[in-house]
């Protein structure tokens, strides 16, 4: 049964190698394309290719070597800010530029934002601008700055635009009042009862947990990818041990350049401000019946 072997008929015919195709020619013809002499290779004209050749790679090594010159003369800053940032006027009029910072991370020794609450402390944190007045951003700036066309404007007889804090200072704000916050700190603002603290404590709770989760969201769109090595500590008359270093270095924006921007662009305080200050909203301009 499995020794026998069938041979199947093949239903093509094989191509005739060269030997048969002779076959298919009589003596005659096989004898006149014998005879024939053979024919050298076409040259044609090389030197013409070579020379297109010569020219092309002369033009992409120009262009090349203009590309790379303009690389070279490119703002890496300007370029890199408008792909991770919102724009803002601050881009255009200031722009974001950036150094490395070693950062203070010392566990023990305080500096003035770290002190207890008091009149130092207060002076430290207020000179980061984080009590600044909303600025103003011009009507033309603010479609591109993400703000809506029916947001809150300024009239056009006290100069237009739209009333809009800095983000960045709006989060020293938040950051300032966790502080303030803080077990050890709290009693002495409550009896100050300036700003956040003069309202109610539950509006006061809502105000301090806004401000953490708005930390905690920037925190996270904005992970740091840095690492903490670790160094080697010997307290006194205590075994050897690791400690984290949160002394690294940071690449950081022109915070001052910033900061002065917004104090420069700061409208009027509220109080300081005529009735008619703000364009009224007109149909259509979403208005909200609950805190956004």
Known sequence: MFGVRTEKQSDFDRVPGSEDCEQLLTASERSSIDSQPSKPASRGPSWLATAITIFWTAVLSAAFGAWVAQMGRLDADKFSVRHISQYSPIIKDVGVTYSSVKFNGSLLMANPFRLDAGPEVDAAWKSLGADYHAARVPVEEAERSGLAQDQVKVREKYGGGFPAHVEGLHHLHCLNLLRKSLAWNFNY???????????????????????????????????DVGVLGQVWYQPPDQPLQAFVDFNTVHKCRNFDAIRSWAEKHQLPNAEDTPPDFLEPPKDGDRVWHTVP
């Open 189 to 223: 603002y409550q009896k100050q009862g300036l700003g956040p603290f003069s309202n109610e404590p539950d509006i006061l709770k809502h105000h301090i947990t806004h401000c953490l989760d708005i930390l905690r969201q920037q925190l996270m769109c904005t992970v």
